[in-house]
């Protein structure tokens, strides 16, 4: 899921699956994304560019009491409480 220069959006209870670089990348400020879950499943290609649960590029965003698993970096910029990483 890409957020792109939609400031103050919400995003809230999705449930994401299946096999990506990035299950939500965040390039907007000021917005709520909280109690989703991202999950990661197989393999990815030898030259992907990252495998990030949640990635926050922007400012001022909540992100907070999100469930990630299978990614190697779980959160990246993210800065919220009650965050976790499935195992």
């Not at 197989?42 to 909540?62: A, E």
């Amino acid at each position: 899921m890409l957020i792109l220069n939609a400031d103050a959006v919400k995003v809230s209870q999705n449930n994401i699956q299946g096999n990506s670089d990035v299950g939500i990348l965040i390039f907007s400020d000021g917005g709520i994304f909280k109690n989703n879950k991202v999950f990661d499943k197989g393999i990815d290609h030898p030259n992907s560019c990252c495998d990030v649960g949640i990635w926050d590029g922007g400012d001022d965003n909540t992100v907070t009491n999100n469930k990630v698993r299978g990614f190697d970096v779980p959160y990246e910029g993210v800065t919220g409480d009650k965050n976790k990483a499935v195992p």
